[in-house]
């Protein structure tokens, strides 16, 4: 006679950390991936609409990147200029003719030195703050689109470690309620979740491998 076979059940349940009166049920891991997949789904990027997508991305950088670089050049001239100006400003400051303070006193001197220093400050980082700003986000839509990529697959064929990576990626704050998965999805991917049905409409039309 053989021996039987034992059948293993893994289950899910809260662990009353945050909530420690909470009632919710134990959920089987089967029922909680399938609900997950569910939810992968609605972000879903075939490799064919990953690679089209990813193109789009860096062709939107590069005319962003274009937009800003005339008013970063204005504001880098202006930056000069008060630069320029608090140089004479020193000059005058500190030449032999104002010894006595007459030409310009301290409290006139250290007014105009701390307007033009704000001046000049607001020009300098001004525009390398919109730039980093853009490629912060263009890295972060970057990002949501690899993990988007075939991103049922992944995590059907997956390990726990993967799985947890992918979780990780899409969003946060996961929890039951009434055995139902719930959390809060990640900006990018509400993105990517917003905008795929239209995206998809035009799929055939993207150019094959």
């Known amino acids: 006679m053989t021996a039987p076979t034992r059948r293993q059940y893994i289950y899910y349940r809260c662990t009353k950390k945050n909530s420690p009166n909470c009632r919710q049920g134990a959920v089987t891991v089967e029922h909680l991936e399938a609900q997950i ?3 992968l789904a609605q972000v879903d990027l075939s490799d064919r609409t990953h690679r089209w997508a990813m193109t789009a991305l860096d062709e939107v950088c590069a005319e962003k990147l274009k937009e800003i670089k005339p008013i970063q050049d204005t504001r880098r001239r202006g930056a000069d200029d008060y630069q320029q100006q608090l140089d004479n400003l020193t000059r005058l400051y500190t030449s032999p003719r104002n010894a006595d303070r007459s030409l310009l006193s301290d409290e006139e001197y250290e007014r105009q030195r701390f307007a033009f220093l ?3 400050s607001t020009l300098a980082h001004g525009p ?7 490629l912060r ?5 970057r990002k949501a689109f690899n993990v988007a990529r075939e991103v049922r697959e992944q ?5 726990a470690k993967k799985k947890r990576e992918i979780l990780a990626g899409v969003g946060s704050n996961f929890f039951l309620k009434g055995r139902k ?3 809060e999805p ?3 991917f509400l993105v990517i979740e917003d905008s795929l049905p239209q995206l998809r409409r035009f799929e055939p039309a993207i150019a094959p491998p």
Do not use: A, M
């Open 181 to 183: 998965l719930g959390f």
């Open 37 to 39: 997949l569910d939810r």
């Open 128 to 134: 390398v703050s919109e730039r980093d700003q853009l």
């Open 118 to 120: 704000k001046e000049k």
């Open 137 to 141: 986000h263009i890295e972060s839509v």
């Open 155 to 159: 995590f059907t064929s997956g390990d």
């Open 186 to 188: 990640l900006v990018p």
